[in-house]
């Protein structure tokens, strides 16, 4: 079975550009998250979709984040403009229900010069 | 406010060597508990979820167990494929969705 899939999987960029991250999540499933990990903080949400309505926000730090979720088979985190401090590695992850394990992606490592 | 704390930060085993990974949790209430693997790059990757005191589950050399104020990870006679990063997330009862990771122990299982 295919599993939570992400791209890019890396991505260098400069300050100031804009980033788009995109998830496709497990069929079937109707509970999407995308997380950011940091050496620093661990892993942390960022925001959590529910049959494609967001939910709850309050982990994207700043309004220069922003995510969308069209349809049950994409997503899409959206930084502009992209500063340093965002490099980390995001991951989306999804599940079929707030209370089932949630399955990841392998990642995108983010990278602003 | 919930945390969740995991102890050691790393921890090195000889092949054959068993072990246990802790996980401690201040939370007003438990929906869940979940065990993660994490290898370098890749995300990480489903193990167990555990609901109450009590509860135990295996798979293959590890077993999970749960108390009210912890969970461990036991890992028997380890092979160094077992080597990797292994989180341990709690859901609240008060959060309905969002898990609160640990940093994580890194385990490094030698020949």
Same mark, same amino acid.
């Given at each position: 079975?295919?599993?939570? =899939?992400?791209?890019?999987? $890396? ?9 788009? @991250? ?6 079937? $499933?109707?509970? @999407? ?9 661990? *892993?942390? *949400? *960022? ?7 967001? =939910? ?6 700043? !309004?220069?984040f922003s995510a969308k979720m069209p349809n049950a088979s994409f997503s899409t @985190? ?7 401090? !965002? ?15 949630? $399955? ?8 602003? *010069? | ?68 104020k912890e969970s461990f990870l036991h890992i028997t006679a380890p092979k160094p ?26 385990l490094l299982v030698t020949p």
């Amino acid at each position: 079975d295919a599993g939570v =899939i992400q791209s890019p999987r $890396h991505e260098v960029t400069e300050m100031g550009q804009e980033v788009t @991250l995109r998830c496709k999540p497990i069929s079937g $499933h109707n509970s @999407l998250f995308w997380y950011r990990q940091t050496m620093m903080r661990g *892993l942390e *949400l *960022l925001i959590y979709f529910n049959n494609n309505v967001p =939910i709850d926000d309050s982990g994207m730090p700043e !309004d220069r984040f922003s995510a969308k979720m069209p349809n049950a088979s994409f997503s899409t @985190l959206k930084i502009q403009p992209s500063e340093p401090r !965002d490099s980390a590695v995001y991951f989306c992850a999804s599940s079929l229900g707030v209370n089932q394990p949630q $399955h990841f992606g392998d990642g995108t490592r983010l990278s602003i *010069l | 406010e919930d945390q969740v704390t995991q102890s050691p930060e790393a921890l090195r085993l000889q092949e054959g060597e068993s072990s246990s990974l802790n996980c401690s949790y201040t939370v007003s209430g438990l929906r869940g508990l979940f065990w993660y693997r994490q290898d370098p790059g890749k995300g990480p990757e489903f193990l167990f979820t555990l609901y109450s005191a009590g509860e135990e589950k295996e798979k293959e050399r590890l077993k999970a167990t749960l108390t009210k104020k912890e969970s461990f990870l036991h890992i028997t006679a380890p092979k160094p494929e077992d080597s990797a990063t292994y989180l341990c997330a709690v859901l609240p009862t008060n959060s309905g969705y969002a898990l609160n990771f640990g940093k994580g122990t890194s385990l490094l299982v030698t020949p």
